[in-house]
């Protein structure tokens, strides 16, 4: 017996030597991942298309009734719509209406959580390390952080991961893929995904799909659309002006969220060839298709994520700590930018300017009934803000995607800018500043000398003789048709002097005595309250 010990001590393979040391490095390696994964999931919602769902939803629930066509815009008002996620939306409205913006965070925390709980599932059911789960949790949060927002696609994520796992395992059911798809298809248009899985699955052989494909099929017929929700589907991923909008354009080393992406595609490619002959056929076939699709689009990297961190830790389910430390160390490292930049809050103004929207509410005396366009990505917060009567240029929904190619056409010139008021009859612009943008204006003196200043792009593109700016910040100007709105409002609003990135100008003007100290001074003093 003393001789098998001391065998048994200098067997560098042994099992049992083997699971006593790697089980506390994969203890730890699971709990920095888990660290990682708080992180990603306590980052703040910022989403802008949140509020036009709970736009939508409050019609719902006011008029107890699915909308078939637009009611929140001037542009498209009776515009026939297909809202294909007005349960997620109205699963929002709840929750927002009991816990405010800080329930929607916590929602979205949790949707996050279910969207891997499948991926750990199976990597258990297949017996994975410790280690292996660690590491597929790293790659699973590089790929899907830049999805990790409070998003209708959250559902078809968690819906899509539980339909891998239970194909991967060899199971299907009629009745499971007719309740499966009764919900999906109600929820997020991600259900079409599913069914390109079951074609994928009885290409491979997967016993039982036939039948729960035929149930999905049926599912997905009960919506309030039927057979109409896979024509407007069709017709929006054909649409080309679907590239215009930055979430469904490629994924770029640019954009931190994305560059993650990126690094999980790479990482993936080398694990897939590396994994060739091992691999399972059906997730290889899906994890390839996916990782092609995000791409060309970085809105797949929900999808992406799920079935590249099967496939890599179904393929290897023992591999090196090491290896899986320095995958952790590369998502620590992209996640730590990202981390401050948000302060610690249920919803950032990344992506859209509350203030400005809130002062374009709080002013609905004067401005209410005006034609005010909107930049597009904040046009969902500002018709949540407005109420039920209130209507904007655009929002985020597929209805609208048109509208960004006219719209940057519209701002290359003066004249195309004030082309497009006219053509849309408008009688204000809620629009971003682009600070920096500045173009070379000559002034001529009385005295025959001249003056070279940049100025901002606003000045030539909204002449101060029918627009007047009276509202502005780091973000957003707010310009109004002075005819439009009552005059004692407007001299009490407007920036005659203090204009947003003009200095030298101003400056200029001010030396010359142009300028009158105590307006100036009020002005100022309005601008520091707002």
Known sequence: MHGLHQVRARCPTDPITIQANAAPKGGLLRAWAYALALVVFCLPVFNPDLFWHLSAARWIVAHFSIPKSDSFTFTAYGTPWIDFEWGTQLLWYAVHAIGGLWGLWVLKAVGLALAFWPVDGLLRDKGASSA?????????????????????????????????????????????????????????????????????????????????????????????????????????????????????????????????????????????GLSFRRASRFLLGVAFVALCASIFSARFGAYFAPAAAMLVFTAFPRPRAALVAATLAGVTAMLYPIRARFEPRPFSDFLVDRRAVDFVASQQGALHGLRLFNTYEWGGYLGWKLGPEGRVFGDGRYLFHSQLPEINAALTSAEALADFAARHQLDGFLIRRLAGTTFPMTRRYPDGATRTFDRPWYVSYLPRARWALVYWDDQALLFVDRAKVPADWLAAHEYRWLLPGDDAARQDAMERGEIPREAFAAEAARHSGD
Do not use: C
Request: glycine content about 10%; overall charge positive.
């Open 132 to 272: 292996a789960r660690a590491g597929a949790l790293a790659l699973w949060l590089a790929a899907m952080l830049a999805q990790s927002d409070l998003r209708a696609d959250a559902v078809s994520a968690i819906f899509f991961a539980v339909l891998l796992r239970r194909l991967e395992n060899r199971r299907a059911s009629f009745l499971f893929g007719y309740a499966l798809f009764a919900a999906w298809a109600n929820l997020h248009a991600g259900f079409v995904l599913g069914f390109g899985l079951y074609a994928w699955a009885a290409i491979v052989g997967i016993p039982g799909v036939g039948a729960e494909a035929a149930g999905a099929a049926l599912g997905g017929l009960l919506n309030p659309y039927g057979a109409g929700l896979y024509r407007v589907l069709l017709a929006h991923a054909s649409d080309p002006a679907v590239r215009a909008v930055m979430e469904w354009k490629p994924p770029t080393s640019h954009n931190p969220f994305q560059f993650a992406l990126l690094a999980a595609i790479l990482g993936a490619l080398v694990a897939i």
